[in-house]
């Protein structure tokens, strides 16, 4: 995502961390927790974030790369995601590149356009 307007606007970051994040070019990486989206972490650049996700993701599997599926959702932001998938693919030989879903209207009205989201699963077959 490169516009945080779109998560501020929409109530999901309040206006210091808008501001900052926007002078920083920080992006907020966002979980579920308790039933609420709320931000864990930010990385600077999209490509800082996407690699602190899918890092994030291995830990919390706890799985060797090998047992995992990478997915994506993306909206607005295909050609990219499929760079993104091969990217992966070649710094984690083993670990299998899934589908790259599209982001339903509902949510991608809060995060805009060009946002990519990283989706593992573990031993997970089609």
Wanted: proline share 5%.
């Amino acid at each position: 995502m490169n516009d945080l307007r779109w998560l501020f606007d929409g109530g999901r970051l309040s206006r210091a961390k808008y501001v900052l994040g926007s002078l920083l070019s920080k992006n907020p990486i966002l979980t579920f927790i308790d039933g609420k989206i709320e931000p864990v972490k930010s990385a600077s650049g999209i490509d800082k974030t996407i690699q602190t996700i899918v890092e994030m993701l291995i830990d919390d599997l706890q799985a060797d790369p090998s047992e995992l599926t990478l997915h994506f959702v993306q909206a607005s932001f295909y050609n990219e995601t499929k760079e993104y998938a091969s990217q992966f693919e070649e710094q984690y030989p083993g670990m299998k590149i899934g589908k790259i879903f599209t982001m339903g209207g509902a949510i991608s009205a809060h995060t805009g356009p060009r946002t990519i989201v990283p989706i593992m699963t573990k031993n997970f077959e089609y």
